[in-house]
């Protein structure tokens, strides 16, 4: 590839490209990135900064690990691509479904092979569709899912993602997805007065399902599609007594409940996958990001073995008509395994565990600024969150822009991250050192007192 100049690289890119959330009034002086190593990434102009979302929340074991550039390199020379349709398949696929089946919940054990985290919503959604009418239950098709989720925006992955900014430009949604409100603590706390049954506010939260279910009727609910903890829509971490009143619910009411573990999966909050934290386990579990560490797409899902056996049951006429040309693609799982294999060996889930406690710890300290309502998180994601009154939770003016100033600010110092509203996300490589992260949360503590001084 050609050197270029900042100023020809910019030009080209603007004149050629459309970008994800793509408007031109945020990309007049983009950021152009040409290297990474472990947490740390440089521009184009050589400034070095610390990857403070790994990517975007996926690059798990850090940037510029050779062994996955040689194991695609050996399985392109071996077989770069063949379909894996029906009547075909390949061995890093095979591989990668066996060690999975390790890996994740009990009950998990049949994967389906997608490019990505919307590609797996869109899979999940068709799959519950197809389970309940094979079961001779077709009005069983409609998807509960909670404001602020985030689940892709592929246009029914869009219709159920509950952050309303991606909506208006592409409406009408698809029809039959319901969101309720989200659990989040800081905001669904604050104030609460136990009554109608729920004596704590998780599980207060929980049944706002079980009342959407009986308004819609259980007879017309296919599933329940939440992040074990909400991403990109705030970083926010349930109750404790949340989850397991949840599944609770799905149960009772025959809801398939699926957890979209697409940032949470792999390591991130220090378990391999976020709901062994509640001791919950999911009908249909999302995944992708970290299960390549970013360094080739692939997503997918994992389906009980009670939705498998409803799937391999049918007759041929009814059969599984779900399909990506990229579905088990060999050198993509290839690559997965060996980020498997690195994790493995460098036990990086317990690691994830340990730093992201000390993260967790470190930037609790920021909670001395006024303006600082809300420190929170699990494990290697965690969100501050700025706010104009701490005791009576309110935001500040949208207009004011805080999160971005300190967004920019951060940048200004050698901290590249995201926001969403006025929460600053931290949720770097899981390879991160203690130095690293006492770096990051230093600059954050350096931002805050310039945005505010």
């Known amino acids: 590839m050609p050197e270029r100049d900042l100023k020809s690289a910019v030009a080209a890119d603007q004149k050629h490209l459309i970008h994800s959330l793509h408007h031109p009034s945020g990309h007049t002086a983009p950021k152009i990135w040409v290297k990474g190593r472990g947490s740390i990434i440089t521009d184009l102009e050589g400034k070095e900064y610390i990857d403070g979302l790994a990517g975007l929340w996926n690059v798990n074991i850090g940037h510029g690990r050779v062994e996955l550039a040689r194991a695609a390199a050996s399985q392109m020379e071996l077989l770069a691509y063949q379909s894996s349709y029906v009547g075909s398949s390949n061995l890093p696929a095979i591989e990668l479904g066996e060690r999975l089946a390790k890996l994740t919940y009990p009950s998990i054990n049949k994967f389906f092979f997608a490019s990505g985290g919307g590609e797996a919503t869109e899979s999940a959604v068709k799959t519950v569709r197809f389970y309940w ?20 925006v592929t246009l029914a992955a869009m219709s159920a993602t509950g952050i309303d900014t991606y909506w208006p430009m592409f409406e009408p949604r698809t029809p039959g997805f319901i969101h309720i409100p989200s659990p989040y603590p800081y905001y669904f706390n604050h104030g609460f007065k136990p009554g109608h049954g729920a004596q704590t506010p998780g599980i ?47 149960t009772q009411y025959e809801v398939l409940l699926i957890a979209d573990e697409v940032i949470t999966g792999f390591g991130r909050t220090g378990r391999w996958f976020a709901l062994e934290h509640w001791n919950v386990q999911p009908d249909i579990m999302n995944f992708a990001k970290g299960v390549t560490s970013g360094y080739l797409p692939l997503g997918g899902i994992g389906v009980n073995d009670r939705i498998a056996e409803v799937i391999n049951g049918v ?11 990229y579905s088990g693609h060999p050198t993509v799982c290839a690559v997965a ?11 990086l889930v317990t690691q994830a565990a340990e730093t992201g406690a000390y993260m967790q710890q470190q930037l609790k300290a920021l909670e001395r600024h006024p303006q600082v309502g809300d420190v929170r998180g699990l494990g290697m994601m965690a969100a501050v969150e700025l706010s104009e009154d701490r005791a009576t939770r309110k935001r500040f003016d949208p207009a004011k822009g805080y999160g971005e100033k300190l967004r920019l600010e951060c940048a200004k110092r050698g901290l590249w991250s995201r926001i969403f509203k006025d929460s600053f996300y931290l949720s770097p490589p899981l390879t991160t050192t203690r130095e690293e992260v006492a770096r990051a949360v230093g600059i954050l503590d350096e931002s805050i007192q310039a945005v505010f001084k």
């Open 133 to 152: 009418k094979a079961l001779g239950q077709p009005t069983k098709w409609k998807v509960i899912s909670r404001e602020l989720g985030y689940h892709g």
């Open 204 to 250: 207060a939260a929980a049944n706002l399902l079980e009342q959407a279910i009986l308004k819609e009727g259980a007879e017309n609910i296919a599933a329940f599609i939440a992040e074990p903890v909400q991403g990109a829509g705030g970083v926010i971490v349930p109750q404790d007594d949340y989850w397991g009143r949840i599944r609770e619910i799905c």
């Open 315 to 325: 007759e041929v006429s009814r059969r599984y008509m779900h399909a990506f040309t």
């Open 337 to 347: 395994l060996a980020n498997l294999d690195y994790f493995e060996r460098n036990d």
